[in-house]
């Protein structure tokens, strides 16, 4: 059976190879009736991705991961209130109570950490200025306990975050890193680490899965369309250095009248280098500029007489 799940495994992420364009190789019929193919290039392309998970497991695992401290965040106060909106405490205070854990994890010897529930949240509370019941709620919210049926999600769950293979589900572990079995706290020090880092990460691209009309929907809103006005200002700058490119930045309208957009459709795009490459021509060739009496770069070399 393993043998079975193995090889399937395999072809599925072979296809994916191909599918996404990764690797180019020809497929041949063999004697057998099977088909065949040559691995040199996906052994080269599998080697590179491990050299590379293994750069950045290093980075992310060394002896100082638990000096790990909030990222700042644009507006804190505000993603504060939304966040408590939300889940019934702070984006800060879930910060401070995980935190505290993992100072008391540095007390426990071994890698696998265990204690009491009620006496850690306890401990917490009188550590920190985090009330107790905020602290339950934390604690509760980031752990994983026994399910009567694994299959059946529990209340206020679907059953997309009980599906191993589905991504950013809310009961997966990265998402609750603390195990809770009869009335003690089982955890790891470096996965309360990566989990803080993942929910980060999940506000940052505004990913984190909430409700549809709620304070904190609405803030992740904000603040995707925050970092997508710095990244606009990054590539226009970018651009800038070039002497040849003539750049107004977030032109919307000319003289009141015509509104300029032009959708990249940037999810989509499967070469950056030939997007790069249609963005340039498009940019000296088709573009409206307020600086050539609003025409394209061609029409006005052609109205100055340069062909």
Same mark, same amino acid.
């Given at each position: ?49 491990? %050299?590379? *998970?293994? !750069?950045?497991?290093? #980075?992310?695992?060394?002896? +100082?991961?638990?000096? @790990? $401290?909030?990222?700042?965040? %644009?507006? *804190?106060? !505000?993603?504060?209130? #939304?966040?408590?909106?939300? +889940?019934?405490?702070? @984006? $800060? ?215």
């Amino acid at each position: 059976m393993l043998t079975i799940c193995s090889l399937i495994i395999e072809w599925a992420h072979n296809s994916d190879m191909f599918l996404y364009k990764m690797i180019d190789n020809d497929l041949e019929i063999l004697n057998s009736g099977r088909i065949g193919l040559k691995k040199d290039k996906i052994e080269e392309l599998e080697n590179s991705n491990y %050299i590379a *998970s293994r !750069k950045r497991l290093n #980075a992310i695992s060394n002896p +100082f991961i638990d000096l @790990y $401290t909030p990222p700042d965040l %644009i507006s *804190s106060d !505000k993603l504060d209130l #939304a966040f408590k909106d939300e +889940f019934s405490h702070t @984006y $800060t205070d879930l910060n401070v109570c995980i935190l505290e854990l993992i100072a008391i994890g540095d007390l426990i010897d071994g890698e696998v950490k265990r204690n009491n529930l009620h006496s850690t949240c306890e401990l917490i509370a009188k550590n920190t200025s985090l009330a107790e019941e905020t602290v339950f709620k934390i604690i509760n919210d980031m752990s994983l306990c026994k399910r009567d049926d694994y299959l059946i999600p529990p209340p206020s769950f679907n059953k997309n975050d009980i599906l191993p293979w589905k991504f950013n589900r809310k009961l997966s572990f990265i998402r609750r890193p603390i195990t809770l079995v009869h009335n003690d706290l089982i955890w790891g020090n470096r996965q309360l680490y990566h989990s803080l880092r993942y929910l980060y990460d999940l506000i940052l691209s505004s990913r984190l899965p909430v409700s549809e009309n709620g304070a904190l929907k609405s803030y992740l809103g904000k603040l995707i369309d925050a970092r997508g006005n710095n990244f606009n200002d990054v590539v226009a700058d970018k651009l800038k250095g070039f002497e040849s490119l003539i750049v107004d930045s977030k032109l919307k309208k000319i003289n009141g009248k015509h509104k300029l957009k032009y959708d990249f459709n940037l999810k989509n795009v499967k070469s950056f280098p030939e997007f790069i490459e249609n963005y340039v021509y498009y940019f000296n060739n088709e573009r409206l500029s307020s600086k050539l009496n609003y025409k394209t770069p061609v029409q006005f070399r052609i109205e100055q007489g340069f062909g």
